[in-house]
């Protein structure tokens, strides 16, 4: 049996845990989480991946050499202070651990989550990073098995801070090679800014069509709108049908995301909230008034094309006014 290169944590296996877990386990590395609070599908599919599963985040951090935090920026804080009590607990790590942060936050949310850490008197060293891009993914046509001949697509890991992933002794330049890291800036922030320009971009203009095609469903000119879309703007078309049919099950993370962009924006760019945090108010009404806010990646029933995202927007947005008036 092949030595595997390294031990990371994965925390936590939800979607784009899972792709980065299978991604690694495929190209020589072994793979570990703590599924506490976890449903049974989600323990059932990390070990059908053959990710190791710990009872505690003590024993992850013993084990791991490096943990990547991949979880809804409303748990961000959350769990990077379990692995501040984990390494200063009662055991000690003989070397330190590393502790990737690549959740969607602002660059001051990371720099109070960067200094939890000044409580493991350098047990733990920490890096900014971000994800941009969908969940690896086996590439089609290709060998689809995870084999170390599986081409992937993958997508790009900045990070910023003074540690840099592929100078970390022994399996740094594999992980970050596999991970198509690179490395930004020296500065904590730079990584975790550069996803919130990003992400306003893409998710923004994702809102926008989620306005326009329900405020248009409402009218009854729904149809008319993608026909002037598709012959003037496709890719604009294409672009909003693609982003209006896959954030459903997403919605309830991107609310804090949204809500982090308009900090970045305010305190780094010199502009008001209001626009994204109207924003935020867009995916809290798809996850909160809306039964689009029940579906699950991989299990989708409602909004799996715009007529009907719009039709499911249009049917909650109405009936909470009936409720409020």
Avoid at 19 to 43: E, H, P, Q, Y
Avoid at 178 to 194: D, F, P, Y
Wanted: aromatic content about 6%.
């Amino acid at each position: 049996m092949t030595t595997p290169i390294a031990k990371v944590g994965v925390i936590s296996i939800g979607d784009m845990g899972m792709g980065i877990a299978k991604l690694l386990i495929a190209n020589g590395f072994s793979v570990a989480t703590n599924c506490k609070g976890r449903s049974n599908d989600t323990i059932e599919r990390a070990k059908g991946a053959q990710v190791e599963i710990y009872k505690s985040d003590e024993h992850l951090a013993e084990a791991c050499d490096i943990i990547f935090s991949v979880v809804p920026p409303r748990d961000a804080a959350a769990t990077a202070q379990r692995i501040v009590d984990a390494v200063t607990g009662p055991f000690r790590r003989s070397e330190p651990l590393y502790f990737a942060d690549l959740n969607a936050m602002a660059p001051s949310t990371t720099k109070t989550i960067a200094a939890l850490f000044e409580q493991t008197r350098g047990q733990v060293r920490f890096i900014d990073g971000a994800i941009i891009g969908h969940p690896p993914t086996p590439k089609p046509g290709t060998d689809a098995s995870g084999s170390s001949t599986t081409e992937w697509s993958v997508p790009s890991i900045p990070t910023s801070g003074s540690y840099v992933i592929s100078e970390i002794p022994g399996y740094g330049e594999k992980l970050s090679a596999v991970l198509n890291v690179r490395h930004v800036s020296n500065e904590i922030g730079a990584a975790s800014g550069l996803k919130m320009c990003f992400a306003s971009l893409t998710k923004g203009f994702t809102s926008l069509a989620i306005q326009s095609f329900t405020t248009a469903k409402r009218m009854g000119v729904l149809d008319e709108l993608q026909s002037e879309l598709q012959g003037l703007v496709p890719a604009h078309w294409k672009a909003a049908e693609r982003g209006v049919i896959g954030m459903a099950p997403k919605a309830y993370r991107w609310v804090k995301e949204m809500e982090e962009i308009a900090l970045t924006f305010d305190e780094e760019g010199g502009f008001p909230q209001d626009l994204f945090q109207g924003v935020a108010k867009v995916y809290r009404a798809v996850a909160e008034d809306t039964v689009l806010g029940e579906e699950k990646i991989g299990k989708r029933k409602r909004g799996t094309d715009v007529n009907d995202m719009a039709a499911a927007m249009a049917e909650g947005l109405e009936n909470k006014k009936k409720k409020n008036d």
